[in-house]
């Protein structure tokens, strides 16, 4: 029974998290409003299929979470590495970015690691060959060789 109600509260605490009422709720899994209402309350117990059809609604929740309590409340997301091979990303909270006008000041100052200085998207060494790419920068990531890497945005 305590696993139960341990359960109704994961499920409280997921809708507080993604800022959904209980109607919003049934309607994505598919069940009855009156069906999450006696879960959260506690009259009856999560049945396989509404879990079922709890995790198939949303699947980025983790589903040893949801039954156990256990680990993080959202999966890591899964992305596929440089040679194929799924690697897990770490769930972190977003930084806060600067405004865009205040980065660009910035990229010019600072420093790279290993003292390398940020360069203009278009400057492309002459002995290369290649035409300079026209268009904007959205994202830019590292790779590293221990299969973590990083993620910018500008």
Same mark, same amino acid.
């Given at each position: 029974?305590?696993?139960?109600?341990?359960?109704?509260?994961?499920?409280?605490?997921?809708?507080?998290?993604?800022?959904i009422?209980?109607?919003?709720?049934?309607?994505?899994?598919?069940?009855?409003?009156?069906s999450?209402?006696?879960?959260?309350?506690?009259?009856?117990?999560?049945?396989?299929?509404?879990?079922?059809?709890?995790?198939?609604?949303?699947?980025?929740?983790?589903?040893?979470w949801?039954?156990?309590?256990?680990?993080?409340? #959202?999966?890591?997301?899964?992305q596929?590495?440089?040679?194929? !091979?799924?690697e897990?990303?770490? &769930?972190?909270? +977003? =930084?806060?970015?600067?405004?865009?006008?205040?980065?660009?000041? #910035?990229?010019?100052?600072?420093?790279?690691?290993?003292?390398? !200085?940020?360069?203009?998207?278009? &400057?492309?060494? +002459? =002995?290369?060959?290649?035409?300079?790419?026209?268009?904007?920068?959205?994202?830019?990531?590292?790779?590293?060789?221990?299969?973590?890497?990083?993620?910018?945005?500008?």
């Amino acid at each position: 029974m305590e696993q139960e109600k341990g359960i109704s509260e994961r499920i409280l605490q997921f809708m507080k998290a993604k800022d959904i009422g209980s109607g919003i709720l049934a309607d994505r899994i598919g069940v009855q409003r009156s069906s999450i209402s006696h879960i959260l309350s506690g009259r009856n117990k999560p049945s396989y299929d509404f879990l079922q059809k709890f995790l198939e609604a949303f699947p980025d929740v983790n589903a040893e979470w949801l039954l156990t309590g256990k680990g993080n409340m #959202l999966k890591a997301p899964v992305q596929k590495g440089l040679f194929g !091979q799924e690697e897990a990303v770490p &769930v972190t909270e +977003p =930084e806060e970015k600067e405004p865009p006008e205040a980065a660009a000041s #910035l990229q010019d100052e600072e420093q790279a690691p290993y003292g390398t !200085q940020h360069a203009p998207a278009s &400057v492309i060494p +002459p =002995e290369s060959g290649k035409q300079p790419v026209q268009g904007k920068i959205v994202r830019v990531i590292l790779l590293y060789d221990d299969g973590r890497f990083d993620s910018y945005i500008p």
